[in-house]
């Protein structure tokens, strides 16, 4: 039965971020906070870069503040200027990817200046903003989250979450209904999927560790991948996606959020994720690593696949 | 001459078709996105969602094979397209916003150059509009000069009536045909009334208003602060109906392959990019103000037209919240 899920803390939580934006900027701790604040429509949220203290009042968090802002963030965004200490607000699965950027050496944490939310979830889709957070509308990456108090920050609004109502797990449930099908029937459903693919790249362009100045997908001396949208450079765009992404990618889900064409990406690096913690026993957090699971050797490494 | 049909006579009507073997496309759920797809039979048939995507894709489609070649020694083949790849097709449950922009793209498919692929398939298509009983907070064509029952684009157009059923009424010689054609499925107008149709709440714009000030700010600080937060995607102009920008690229190995062309979009970096590896439209927001240069300033320079229907898509499939409608309102608000 869909149930209503409490965001009654996140006015308050609009406070903070607003008091604590007006401070850090004023003061001159950052030059720029990179948050959210309102659209036109009803509910809708847009990212938004302030730098005068003024603006402060424009920041807010609803359930409808769906994108990671960590994109941008890192090199492949050159429009947001990136001068002194900049704010940046993040939600658990926010900041798990940020934590991986600063593992992989794209950003340095002295140069940011770090707003963390105490989240209760966030609506998996956002193409009818003003929609109410319910057992049945929340992204399906808050019904498995386990990090919804961000650790590490220079601030978290000291909100008191109400604890959280049970939900389903979908990319579980989906993922063991995909792992018991036969390869072809599994193949059938990706074909089908990736059919949907018009190669309009928001899926890269939302994912904050698609930062290569030039994607291999975009290379054309030589070609490297097909780049028509036909089911060949499809499914090679999103292998090569899910691969790459694979023991980096925190969940933030937005590739999956973002695809027009609603093919469910996010499933593709769950199971990815499922696999590194089950060979690797990693995962990303909040813990700022060295070295990713693919981009080290153990000796105790499992090798079974070495046959 | 105006005619009528019941819900169950249109679905009757629909299968008729098929079962002749026409190529029928209509809205259509495909992995769970409804999309403008061939139908396999009229239950197929979505008829309360706007499809995702535009129709656009009946006349211009997402990838397309524009020849093909072979090499053998010196000897090199190519093999050129065949007319018989466009079908005679009945498009259906086209929303008036997706109709409208078809005549918009004639102008310039047929303008330097008379592009067969587009053209020919105009050439053999049946537009069938739908007019619109509800809209959402995205919808603005009331704002660019169309309405939810404009009949703009379509050869025939159907109209929902209060009890069920549809008007249909004929816009052109081949909806005329039509009508006369399927005469058996069809009755006299009983009077019965349209059921009331949408009103997006958006007033119409002065889209003069709007140009005169784009006229006059190729540079200015408003494009940074409408588009820095732009990603850099194509989702916007992939949805959108009027969008037809393209790219050719040939795929295949040294001995054989295809020459192919596929949707492009201005908000790539690649767009631009010279082959020096200058890029005049460096930073995404230079690439975002030639979305709307192109769609109220260029294309009204060269046309006469607006390249928007308000169909309202982009608006709510851009992953970082860009508004289109919103950014139109401020600029007429200071031109």
Not at chain 1, 61 to 69: E, Q, R, S
Not at chain 2, 238 to 263: L, M, N, Q, S, Y
Not at chain 2, 303 to 312: H, K, S
């Amino acid at each position: 039965m869909t149930q209503t899920i409490d965001i009654s803390r996140y006015s308050a939580l609009t406070e903070a971020i607003r008091t604590e934006a007006r401070r850090i900027l004023s003061d001159g701790t950052v030059s720029a906070v990179i948050g959210y604040t309102s659209g036109r429509r009803t509910g809708a949220v847009q990212p938004i870069v302030i730098t005068a203290a003024d603006d402060a009042d424009k920041l807010l968090f609803t359930a409808a503040c769906v994108n990671n802002l960590a994109v941008y963030l890192t090199k492949a965004k050159k429009d947001v200027p990136k001068r002194g200490r900049i704010a940046v607000v993040l939600k658990g699965c926010d900041l798990k990817a940020l934590v991986g950027l600063i593992g992989e050496s794209q950003l340095k944490r002295e140069d940011l200046y770090l707003i963390g939310i105490p989240c209760s979830g966030v609506l998996g889709s956002v193409l009818k903003p003003d929609q109410e957070l319910t057992t049945a509308t929340i992204a399906s990456k808050c019904c498995e989250c386990t990090d919804r108090l961000p650790q590490g920050c220079d601030f978290v609004p000291a909100v008191d979450l109400p604890s959280p109502v049970p939900l389903e797990q979908r990319y579980a449930a989906e993922i063991a209904r995909l792992e018991a099908m036969t390869p072809s029937e599994r193949w059938e459903y990706w074909k089908e999927q990736f059919s949907k693919c018009i190669k309009c790249y928001a899926c890269r362009q939302v994912c904050p560790f698609c930062f290569c100045e030039q994607c291999l997908c975009d290379r054309n001396r030589p070609q490297m991948v097909e780049q028509s949208p036909r089911p060949s450079g499809n499914t090679a765009w999103h292998i090569m996606r899910a691969m790459h992404l694979a023991g980096r990618c925190a969940g933030c889900g937005e590739c999956e959020r973002a695809c027009p064409m609603d093919i469910p990406l996010n499933l593709l690096n769950r199971k990815m994720a499922k696999e590194l913690k089950e060979l690797f026993g990693t995962e990303a957090g909040f813990e700022v690593q060295d070295k990713g699971p693919l981009t080290s050797f153990k000796e105790d490494d499992d090798q079974s696949f070495i046959r | 001459m105006q005619k009528q049909i019941t819900e169950a006579n249109f679905r009757l009507l629909l299968d008729s078709l098929l079962l002749k073997g026409q190529r029928v496309v209509g809205p259509r759920r495909t992995a769970g996105t409804v999309l403008y797809e061939p139908l396999s039979s009229a239950s197929d048939l979505v008829m309360d969602e706007l499809p995702r995507r535009s129709a656009k894709e009946a006349f211009f489609p997402v990838c397309e094979d524009l020849l093909e070649y072979r090499k053998e020694g010196q000897q090199v083949q190519v093999t050129d397209i065949t007319p018989d790849r466009f079908p005679e097709t009945v498009l259906i449950g086209i929303r008036p916003c997706d109709a409208a922009a078809v005549p918009v793209l004639d102008a310039v498919f047929s303008w330097d150059y008379n592009d067969q692929f587009f053209l020919e398939r105009r050439k053999k298509t049946t537009i069938i509009g739908l007019a619109c009983t509800q809209a959402n907070d995205a919808c603005f064509c009331t704002a660019v000069g169309l309405s939810p029952s404009d009949p703009k684009g379509t050869d025939l157009m159907f109209t929902p009536l209060e009890g069920g059923g549809f008007l249909a009424t004929p816009h052109s010689d081949k909806g005329e045909a039509f009508l006369a054609t399927w005469q058996d499925r069809f009755s006299e107008p009983d009077g019965s009334t349209p059921l009331p149709s949408a009103q997006p709440a958006a007033t119409p714009f002065d889209l003069k208003k709007i140009k005169a000030w784009l006229d006059e700010h190729f540079e200015d600080a408003a494009w940074d602060s409408i588009a820095v937060r732009c990603v850099g995607c194509g989702a916007c102009a992939f949805v959108c109906p009027a969008c037809h920008c393209f790219d050719i690229v040939d795929e295949g190995t040294e001995k054989t392959g295809k020459r192919r062309k596929f949707w492009d979009a201005c908000g790539f970096w690649k767009f631009t990019h010279h082959a020096s590896g200058h890029n005049p439209r460096d930073l995404q927001p230079k690439r975002y103000r030639n979305r709307i240069m192109h769609k109220f300033k260029y294309y009204d320079d060269k046309f006469g037209q607006t390249l928007c229907t308000g169909c309202g898509r982009c608006i709510r499939i851009c992953p970082v919240g860009i508004d289109i409608f919103d950014i139109l309102q401020d600029t007429e608000n200071k031109g």
